[in-house]
């Protein structure tokens, strides 16, 4: 899976459980119901099923995991392997999740956790003695 697909099925996964909390869940359950629907006809229910669970769950605990980490992240990180599972096996989806990511999920989020609008993708193939210098920001080098 391509560096674009992973940005893609991480952006998504975290953007669907923070809006899970939001008063726009059910229209954020329904697009990514209707994304599973697309490959998975059999599997939609579950899915948004499982939606609803992690929304009860995050609603109704402010626990941490003997790992330290909270329920927030751990939920995330199921959704981010579930759209990178979806991803890798239906790559024909990333236009319709990413229009789902921009339409519907992140129009739930507060300001404060938006994610930024694109994504990053570097690619180098450097030969020889050449030195590659990326960044998707300021960058400052100073060599002698």
Same mark, same amino acid.
């Given at each position: 899976? +391509?560096? =674009?697909?992973? *940005?893609?099925?991480?952006?998504? #996964?975290? *953007?669907?459980?923070?809006?899970?909390?939001?008063?726009?869940? &059910?229209?954020?359950?329904?697009?990514?119901?209707?994304?599973? &629907? %697309?490959?998975?006809?059999?599997?939609?229910?579950?899915?948004? !099923?499982?939606?609803? +669970?992690? %929304?009860?769950?995050?609603?109704?605990?402010?626990?941490?995991?003997?790992? #330290?980490?909270?329920?927030? $992240?751990?939920?995330? /990180?199921?959704?981010?392997?579930?759209?990178?599972?979806?991803?890798?096996?239906?790559?024909?989806? *990333?236009? =319709?999740?990413? %229009?789902?990511?921009? =339409? $519907?999920?992140?129009?739930?989020?507060?300001?404060? /956790?938006?994610?930024?609008? #694109?994504?990053?993708?570097?690619?180098?193939?450097?030969?020889?003695? !050449? %030195?590659?210098?990326?960044? *998707? #920001? +300021?960058?400052?080098?100073?060599?002698?």
């Amino acid at each position: 899976m +391509d560096a =674009e697909l992973l *940005a893609l099925a991480s952006a998504a #996964g975290t *953007a669907v459980v923070s809006a899970l909390t939001t008063d726009l869940w &059910e229209r954020a359950r329904a697009s990514v119901g209707a994304l599973w &629907e %697309r490959a998975y006809p059999d599997r939609a229910t579950t899915v948004q !099923a499982d939606l609803t +669970d992690t %929304r009860t769950l995050l609603l109704t605990t402010d626990e941490v995991t003997p790992g #330290g980490t909270d329920i927030e $992240e751990v939920s995330a /990180q199921e959704w981010r392997l579930r759209f990178r599972r979806l991803l890798s096996t239906h790559p024909d989806l *990333a236009q =319709e999740l990413r %229009r789902v990511l921009v =339409e $519907e999920l992140t129009p739930a989020l507060p300001a404060q /956790q938006t994610p930024q609008s #694109g994504s990053t993708v570097f690619h180098a193939a450097p030969t020889g003695h !050449a %030195r590659v210098y990326q960044s *998707a #920001g +300021d960058m400052n080098i100073n060599e002698r």
